[in-house]
Structures are given as structure tokens and as C-alpha cells.
């Protein structure tokens, strides 16, 4: 019987830390969940600054996690008279003994490193000290990035995109 009792809760320790294993969460796919208002396809159309300048251009957007979870995969095309104007391949992760969000976006040129933070609900990714983009989710749903670049210490848009739902994007 003593046996039998041991063998029991032996059982019953190894499955309850498999189950444990399973479920638990890793720091870094904690840190990207607070990103997941940004997961999904997004369509719709951005605005330079200034505007007087402007020519509208169409947005496309997908978000997606990998390596699951653990990565943050943004894919984006701005489109104007149907011909591409930017297009880019962005990877966010989170590095938890620097406690710190990087983002890094490449386009055919190169590459463009931020850091990033999360501050009242919205992604901020700064580029040495003059230039940010920022990610949110807007009241109505929709979901808005835009950029700023700091002129004579007034931070001042360069863009803003404002994209609502759709179906699968393909790129």
C-alpha cells in the first residue's frame, strides 16, 4: 500500500509539472502579449506631414507572432498610385535581462534598429533621441501608427497611418 501511495504522488508531481511546463509563459512572450492590439491585417491609408505637400498613399499591414510568441513579425507595404512607396519586414522581440523591446525594420536599404517601450497602452520605438513611431489602437478599433521626429524640441508627425480590419493580406 505504502508503495502504491508514493507511486501515486510521484505520478500525480510529474504530471502536475508537466502541465506547468506547458502552460507557463516565458518572459518574453509575457512582454510581446501587451502588443498583441497589434496583431491582424490592416488596410488603410496614411497622410505625410506636411500635409501640403502630401500625396495619400494606401497602407497594408500584418502582424503576426512566431516562434511562439516570442517574436512579433510586422509586414508592411505603403502603396501610392499602385506602385510601392515603402515597404518593410519588421521584427520585434524583448529582451528580458535588459528589459527592453527592440524593433528592427528592413526595407531594401538597410535596416533601421529602435528600442521600444510600452506607455499608457501605446508601443513607442525611438530612434536615438529625435525621431519615434508610435502604435496604438485608437477608441473606434482601428489601428493608427504614426511618426514623429523632435524640431527644435517640439515633437513634430512626419506620418500617420490609420488602418482598420480586413481579410488576409498576402505579400
Not at 37 to 63: C, H, Q
Request: charged residues 25%.
Amino acid at each position: 500500500m505504502k508503495i502504491a501511495n508514493h507511486l501515486t504522488i510521484l505520478l500525480f508531481l510529474s504530471f502536475f509539472c508537466i502541465v506547468q511546463t506547458t502552460f507557463a509563459q516565458s518572459e518574453e512572450q509575457k512582454a510581446l502579449a501587451k502588443l498583441s492590439f497589434m496583431i491582424g491585417d490592416w488596410r488603410g491609408s496614411g497622410t505625410l506631414y506636411p500635409v501640403a505637400e502630401n500625396k495619400p498613399y494606401d497602407v497594408l499591414s500584418k502582424v503576426r507572432y512566431d516562434l511562439d510568441g516570442e517574436l512579433l513579425v510586422l509586414k508592411h507595404r505603403s502603396i501610392r498610385n499602385g506602385k510601392p512607396v515603402l515597404s518593410l519586414h519588421t521584427l520585434i522581440y524583448y529582451h528580458v535581462v535588459e528589459q527592453q523591446y527592440y524593433y528592427y525594420a528592413f526595407r531594401r536599404t538597410g535596416v533601421r534598429p529602435f528600442t521600444g517601450q510600452i506607455v499608457d497602452g501605446k508601443f513607442i520605438c525611438t530612434l536615438g533621441d529625435d525621431y519615434r513611431l508610435i502604435f496604438q489602437r485608437t477608441p473606434e478599433g482601428l489601428f493608427n501608427e504614426y511618426g514623429e521626429k523632435r524640431i527644435d524640441g517640439v515633437w513634430t508627425k512626419t506620418f500617420d497611418d490609420l488602418s482598420h480590419p480586413t481579410s488576409e493580406i498576402t505579400f
